[in-house]
């Protein structure tokens, strides 16, 4: 009930190519889905997030797509760049409840080619 | 705005040993969470603070614990060192826990020999 299911484990995206990352997440009782950025020697950074109650969000390059009766979310990053190359996590949360719990996926690899 | 800090950035120790890493959230966060991370396991919910209170805890052996200062600052300490405690521990600061954005420290990366 508390997994968070991420794939690819590893991507390899030519410049100007599209990313795409795939969650999928159990509890329905997770309203708070988070993508985190993360460099090596870094700390996870926000990236995007989106709430069960849109079925997409954009922001730039980046765009988060929610399917609630999937129980599915996905990231996608247009124009890849070099400079995107790094970890990418999807996450869940029960947001409503003021926990400061974050469910992450394993993550992904993501080399952009220039 | 100064971020989140944590020290010591890296740390070596032996087995049976115990540890204490630091964190110091960004200024006005209340909430602290408390995150390991390694290869195989991924990034895993250890605990979180919030106005000096252990609001949740995840599932880790008592050995992992914290606690959090009237200031906001944390700690968390690992007792009994075990080899396989070799990780990243990061720490995550939030305005109070609930729907706000989580703004993670550099982490401390501890090796266990």
């Known amino acids: 009930q508390q997994q968070v299911k991420q794939s690819p484990q590893s991507l390899i995206v030519q410049k100007g190519g599209i990313s795409i990352i795939n969650c999928a997440y159990e509890n329905t009782a997770f309203d708070y889905f988070p993508w985190y950025q993360q460099f090596p020697g870094k700390g996870p950074a926000l990236l995007i997030a989106i709430r069960p109650d849109v079925s997409e969000k954009k922001e730039g390059r980046f765009t988060i797509s929610f399917n609630k009766s999937a129980k599915q979310f996905s990231l996608h990053i247009m124009d890849s760049q070099p400079g995107d190359s790094a970890t990418y996590f999807c996450?869940?949360?029960?947001?409503?409840?003021?926990?400061?719990?974050?469910?992450f996926g394993q993550g992904t690899t993501l080399q952009v080619k220039p | 705005k100064a971020g989140v800090t944590q020290t010591p950035r890296y740390l070596i120790k032996t087995r049976g040993q115990q540890v204490t890493l630091s964190c110091s959230p960004i200024s006005g966060h209340r909430s602290v969470s408390w995150y390991q991370q390694t290869p195989g396991q991924g990034l895993q919910f250890l605990f979180e603070y919030f106005s000096e209170t252990q609001r949740n805890k995840g599932n880790f052996p008592g050995r992992f614990s914290g606690r959090q200062f009237s200031n906001s600052r944390s700690e968390m300490n690992v007792s009994t060192l075990e080899l396989g405690d070799s990780a990243l521990y990061l720490c995550?600061?939030?305005?109070?826990?609930?729907?706000?954005?989580?703004?993670f420290g550099p982490g401390t990366r501890l090796t266990v020999l």
């Open positions: 996450a869940a949360s029960r947001g409503s409840s003021n926990t400061g719990k974050l469910i």
């Open positions: 995550a600061s939030s305005l109070d826990g609930g729907e706000g954005e989580q703004f």
